[in-house]
């Protein structure tokens, strides 16, 4: 078993143009260090360094894998440095920029553009402690999540898929702005060499479909994430992980348990995120966008958002009713109780072509599959 506790490069270690200042993070995956590049202007760089397979003792440089793991580190390392050549082709304020890479101590580093804030989990720890004040109240869930959906948008029309969507993922920047860190693609392409790296995903985080193999992986799978992330700036702690729901789902009524706290129409559209079936969730980030925006629907309430439908509809009908020669009343788009507006979009053909890039029908390259796990 390789040591989880690796040791980080020495503070001024010069590698690939950039001297390290000092370590920021370390995950089961990799380290993330403080650096500057050679004009003294500060670069986050993240290692490959999976905790599973290397080992490095202080005042080593190359890390060593340990037992038989060398193919699945060199696996790895190619998909860790493929996932962040794609990254390197997002370029949205609410996605992390990456702007370099190189090699040096038989592993690869990602450059990052360097951002201080501090993540969403960090902030939602500190508000949970508060007495007597809710976690994040929804206005800010909205503005923060409004923009992570953005990013994320960007992503998908990128045909990448983020794959490991939490809290602790979600930047804050300095001013408040969100940023997405920390894709997970790597991770679930080296899932063809488990069981070493598995389980991998955060529990509570992660859609259902990621816990068994040969599932189809789309936007519906970030989109889980997204809700179970918005559910955790509610409530202060993880949703009750997918194969837990599976048996004895609790979401619901902890969501129930909310709605002095936060508007129906958010509450739903947590839950419509969080549903089991990939089906049964927003099949695109746009889809899910819209649902933010409308109002909420209540049975025999219309909302400004139908009422251009509804004009329609009546300045149609005369005419039909005269071609048909009979008298029908026009149909009022009234939504049933409970049923949120924003259910209305999921079939995947409204899904499609909506100007995010990415096909709600399974697609080969979209489409990560789960191996060997
Ligand atoms: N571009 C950046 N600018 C500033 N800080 C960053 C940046 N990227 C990462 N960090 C810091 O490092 C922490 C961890 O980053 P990240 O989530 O990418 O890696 P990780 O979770 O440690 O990795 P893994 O799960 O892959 O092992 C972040 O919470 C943040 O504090
Ligand atoms: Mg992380």
């Known amino acids: 078993m390789a040591n989880e506790q690796n040791a980080p490069l020495p503070e001024g270690f010069e590698a690939g143009g950039y001297r390290i200042v000092r370590k920021i993070a370390s995950g089961g995956f990799s380290m993330v260090y403080l650096a500057q590049d050679s004009h003294g202007q500060p670069v986050a760089i993240k290692e490959y360094l999976p905790s599973s397979l290397v080992r490095r003792a202080p005042g080593q440089l190359v ?183 599976i048996k004895q789902d609790k979401v619901d009524t902890v969501l129930a348990g909310l709605t002095d706290i936060y508007t129906q129409q958010l509450l739903d559209l947590v839950h419509w995120c969080m549903k089991l079936n990939p089906l049964e969730r927003p099949q695109s980030v746009f889809a899910l966008q819209r649902a933010l925006r409308e109002p909420f629907m209540r049975e025999g309430v219309e909302t400004r958002s139908f009422l251009p439908l509804r004009w329609l509809e009546d300045m149609i009908s005369p005419l039909r009713r005269r071609r048909d020669g009979r008298h029908t009343e026009p149909k009022r788009h009234h939504a049933p109780a409970h049923v949120p507006a924003h259910a209305r979009v999921q079939a995947p053909a409204l899904a499609q072509g909506e100007g995010n890039g990415v096909a709600s029908q399974p697609d080969a390259t979209l489409l990560a599959e789960r191996k060997g796990d």
């Not at 949205?92 to 553009?113: G, I, K, S």
């Not at 983020?162 to 899932?191: E, S, W």
Request: net charge positive.
């Open 63 to 245: 890390p060593e894998v340990v037992g038989g793991n060398l193919p699945t580190y060199r696996n790895g390392l190619k998909c860790f440095f493929e996932e962040g050549r794609a990254l390197s082709r997002v370029i949205h304020p609410n996605v992390v920029r990456v702007v370099n890479f190189f090699r040096a101590n038989e592993t690869v580093y990602m450059v990052m553009a360097y951002e201080s804030g501090r993540s969403l989990q960090e902030l939602v720890i500190h508000n949970r402690n508060r007495p007597g004040k809710r976690v994040l109240p929804e206005r800010h869930i909205r503005k923060i999540f409004a923009q992570v959906m953005n990013g994320l948008r960007e992503v998908h029309a990128n045909r990448l898929l983020h794959l490991d969507l939490k809290p602790a993922n979600i930047y804050l920047k300095k001013g408040g702005m969100p940023m997405l860190l920390d894709f997970g693609a790597a991770r679930q392409t080296l899932t063809q060499d488990a069981p070493k790296l598995f389980p991998m995903y955060t529990p509570g985080f992660a859609a259902p479909e990621l816990y068994k193999k040969n599932q189809q992986l789309g936007p519906w799978t970030d989109i889980y994430g997204l809700g179970a992330s918005m559910y955790a700036c509610m409530v202060g702690a993880p949703p009750q992980a997918a194969d837990q729901r």
